[in-house]
């Protein structure tokens, strides 16, 4: 098994621009979810997936839209790039199982935007 | 809501010293408490993880991390570290109950360096 993947690794944006993070899982887990890590305060968490069809906000969703259109595949859009945006983006699955179910975490994708 | 606190946000030790990594959480409801470490440039992995049941919990490489319910804390330890654990630690906790599935809150991290 790859695990959990995310493409790019890194990318660089002009403000105003859009782009969308990748992330697939063939673990066949229900649940994906989105982070953000910022210097001194962890990871936050933007959106969240119980299945294909189905996501919900998490704590910090503004500026980010997601899509669930199969098990495998989780992508975050960043309509708008602004350098608030600036962060790594990490994308995590688990089983629904419940908040007991270990979470899987991709390698993360480095964000800067000018 | 919950929220927690990682006391420290860098730890240097010096090779085959003790560690110990505070954690300190605040919740209005039961929890689940764990511990993800960070290697530079790659995604967490989870360290360990505690549940229910015995309050001491281990990981396969030495790390251990005690549940006190009293003082809302779940500091992890190591008797011995060595320089491959030089890395970041994430505390988190989540929702024992209801349908908070796998949302993790997490702590700020604490950034553990080992120096020979």
């Known amino acids: 098994n790859a695990g959990v993947t995310q493409t790019p690794k890194f990318q660089v944006l002009k403000t105003g621009q859009s782009m969308t993070l990748q992330c697939a899982q063939d673990m066949n887990h229900e649940y994906m979810s989105w982070y953000r890590q910022d210097p001194g305060m962890g990871l936050r968490l933007i959106h969240y997936s119980v299945g294909a069809g189905i996501t919900d906000q998490g704590e910090v969703p503004n500026g980010y839209n997601v899509s669930r259109s199969t098990t495998e595949d989780f992508p975050l859009r960043l309509l708008s790039a602004a350098p608030s945006q600036t962060s790594v983006y990490f994308c995590?699955?688990?089983?629904?199982?419940?908040?007991?179910?270990?979470?899987?975490f991709g390698p993360g994708t480095r964000l800067l935007v000018l | 809501a919950q929220s927690v606190t990682q006391l420290d946000s860098q730890v240097p030790v010096f090779e085959e010293a003790p560690v110990e990594l505070r954690c300190n959480y605040s919740?209005?409801?039961?929890?689940?408490l764990f511990w993800y470490v960070q290697y530079p440039n790659q995604g967490l992995q989870l360290l360990l993880k505690y549940l229910s049941g015995s309050t001491l919990v281990k990981s396969i490489n030495g790390f251990e991390a005690e549940f006190n319910k009293s003082q809302t804390s779940f500091h992890l330890r190591k008797p011995s570290v060595h320089i491959s654990d030089t890395a970041e630690y994430f505390c988190a906790v989540s929702d024992a109950g209801g349908t908070s599935y796998g949302k993790l809150t997490f702590g700020q991290g604490t950034i553990l360096t080992v120096h020979p």
């Open positions: 995590a699955s688990s089983y629904l199982g419940g908040s007991q179910e270990t979470q899987y």
């Open positions: 919740s209005s409801v039961s929890v689940y």
